[in-house]
């Protein structure tokens, strides 16, 4: 069988391929990208350019491409038992062995866990939980739900009205009625500086309209510890904490949506361990197989889970709840990264080294702000003069140049972002921010 030429793909893919985030006009235009092949931090485009993946694929691809466990491992499964689901008061190994594997690692009261396909899926089914809990405590009255602005929290019809983000949910006609927003500890935006006291106006802001709204109305906090699609926005010393602390004070689910940064992005398997968040409900995905198959999953605490058996029938669940090939990749992926110390080695090595790297980019006349944490972080553009420019999407434009300056991060409104996959190392980061630095370089010429 021949295969199809590039020109060919590139009609096919007109003809019958719908995009996700895309504007499918200006890409046909320009004509699609394709990537070929990948190799470990790199990923090889139509031309057999080497790309240095500063974005890890979509913040997942943490062990990089091409890692022979994992890919074994689902060759394994695949050949035993490609798939059977987890309905009927049935099992299969593969999903066991991960969620026992989880539960020794997450948030000391999360020892229950359930499987969904995405990160999307996870916070849906975190959101049916906590209404099934309320109803079952016989507090129906608790509905409402909050979420910050600049919030990614997924796609589906609910997780959108969860995200913060306009261009998510306006064209959609979203968000859904109940749905909440708070302040988001956007220090930059807000044109202030990321103190304990920025982060303490922040949640008085928060507590203000929980007061307004009535804490008894209110069924749960959906919180990602970084945020990641909205900008990379880090949250001052002190926010967190107290926030979990007034979901506390006003009866309120926290949930921790840490589908970007569990699995070693932060130096650590979770950043609500790390950062002692004890959360009611988490979310995890992306990281969870390092992208090699689709898998999310909602861990929930033994208080609520105890309640919600109290129920009887649990009727929800997909398809490909607790795939065996899927839950079989997750399994390998978090072996390989206990195998080869990456948590150890973002905690200490090359988690400084790109917040140096980051940090030295504040210098360039491009560049307003840089912040982030271990293996994430960003940069706002400013236009020449320090002057901020709002709706330029100069971020956009930069990620273009750096990716024909060789590697690949993400354009956000006015900033870029980085997230590359944890086996990179110093001399891989050096590439990636002199590329970065060419691509700034091109944009003030």
Known sequence: ?????????????????????????????????????????????????????????????????????????????????????????????????????????????????????????????????????????????????????????????????????????????????????????????????????????????????????????????????????????????????ALRELCRERDILFVADEVITAFGRLGCWFASVRDDLDPDLMNIAKGLTSGYLPLGATLVSNEITDVIHTGGYFAHGYTYTGHPTCAAAGLANVRVIESLGLIDAVRTDVGPYFQQKLRELADHPAVGEVRGDHLIGAAELVEPGGTRPPGKLLGLKAAELIREEGAIVRGIRDLIALAPPLIITRPQIDELFAAVRRGLDRLTA
Not at 99 to 116: C, G, Q
Not at 216 to 226: G, L, Y
């Open 1 to 241: 069988m021949v295969s199809p030429t590039l020109q060919e793909l590139r009609q096919k893919d007109r003809a019958h391929h719908i995009h996700p985030f895309t504007h499918h006009g200006d890409m046909h235009r320009e004509g699609t990208r394709w990537i070929k092949t990948g190799d470990g931090c790199y990923l090889i485009d139509e031309n057999d350019r080497r790309l240095l993946d500063g974005l890890a694929g979509l913040w997942c691809v943490n062990v990089g491409y091409n890692c022979t466990a994992i890919v074994e491992a689902v060759h394994r499964q695949m050949e035993q038992l490609p798939y059977y689901p987890s309905f009927f008061n049935t099992t299969t190994e593969p999903p066991v062995l991960l969620a026992e594997w989880l539960a020794e690692r997450a948030p000391a009261r999360l020892k229950r866990v359930v499987y969904s396909n995405s990160g999307s899926e996870s916070n849906e089914t975190a959101l049916k939980i906590i209404r099934a809990y309320w109803k079952l405590r016989g507090k129906s009255q608790k509905r409402k739900v909050l979420s910050r602005n600049f919030a990614y929290h997924g796609v589906t019809l609910a997780a959108t009205s969860l995200t913060g983000l306009p261009n998510c949910y306006e064209p959609f006609d979203l968000p859904l009625e109940g749905f909440l927003k708070i302040p988001a500890p956007y220090a930059w935006h807000d044109g202030a500086a990321a103190t304990e006291a920025y982060g303490a106006d922040v949640i008085a802001r928060t507590a203000e309209i929980i007061d307004r709204e009535g804490s008894e109305t209110i069924a749960a906090m959906f919180v990602e510890p970084i945020q990641g699609a909205g900008g990379v926005i880090v949250p001052p010393p002190g926010y967190l904490k």
